[in-house]
């Protein structure tokens, strides 16, 4: 069985300043790994995904994950937050033999203050 | 492509009246997945159809609860009859070819309020 764990329902950061959400999932076999946003009253949308290749993944809007397996972490970064990121993000993991089915975390929510 | 589109995008009804969600994926897109989001339980899959077919529905919470996707291009969550515990807001999803393990498109919800 896949599940994931986000670490945080909620994460405050001053603009400017590194923004880290933190993600740890459990999968019997390689997992798809990916963060998608929610902005309010919007559905989600994909920030970045790790399907496999490369272990340090860039998306969108200056955001990135590493994949560390031998830590089963996912962890979120940006190096300088901007308002604009406050939004609920959330960490999410699949694989072929889940059944395509993809298993999302509780989400936390980016505040970020001026 | 206008992405995925839901409607409506507010629905308010009584205790005991059927509600029925509607979704038109991308066009291509060959997996569609709907998912429930509240508070208490997060985000949730309910149901999802690979080429129209449903593959897994282990997530609709009971028989009241029922989803059809007559060709690719339309599908319908319908709820009969409404609790006030069913007021979530629903996401439609679609994806190409590699279902669960390819980007997942969201569309904007339906905000589900049973009274």
């Known amino acids: 069985a896949q599940s994931v764990t986000q670490l945080g329902s909620h994460v405050s950061v001053s603009e400017g300043a590194l923004v880290l959400l933190r993600c740890n999932y459990s999968s019997s076999v390689p997992p798809y790994l990916f963060w998608y946003v929610q902005y309010p009253n919007q559905g989600l949308q994909l920030l970045l995904k790790?399907?496999?290749?490369?272990?340090l993944v860039k998306g969108i809007n200056g955001f990135e994950a590493e994949f560390k397996k031998s830590e089963t972490s996912f962890h979120l970064t940006k190096p300088s937050a901007h308002m604009s990121d406050a939004a609920e993000y959330f960490c999410a993991v699949s694989s072929h033999t889940g059944g395509f089915k993809t298993i999302f975390g509780a989400g936390t929510r980016l505040f970020v203050k001026a | 492509d206008a992405g995925v589109i839901q409607s409506p995008r507010h629905e308010v009804t009584e205790m005991g009246q059927e509600v029925t969600l509607r979704c038109k994926p991308i066009?291509?897109?060959?997996?569609l997945f709907w998912y429930r989001q509240t508070m208490m339980r997060g985000l949730e899959l309910l149901i999802y159809?690979?080429?129209?077919?449903?593959?897994?529905d282990s997530g609709m919470p009971e028989d009241r609860f029922s989803a059809k996707m007559p060709n690719a291009s339309f599908s319908t969550l319908k709820i009969q009859p409404s609790e006030p515990r069913d007021s979530a807001v629903y996401f439609c999803?679609?994806?190409?070819?590699?279902?669960?393990?390819?980007?997942?498109?969201f569309g904007p919800g339906t905000r589900l309020t049973v009274l």
């Open positions: 159809f690979n080429n129209n077919v449903p593959i897994d």
């Open positions: 999803a679609s994806s190409f070819t590699s279902g669960g393990t390819d980007t997942q498109y």
């Open positions: 066009s291509g897109h060959d997996y």
């Open positions: 790790y399907t496999s290749a490369a272990t």
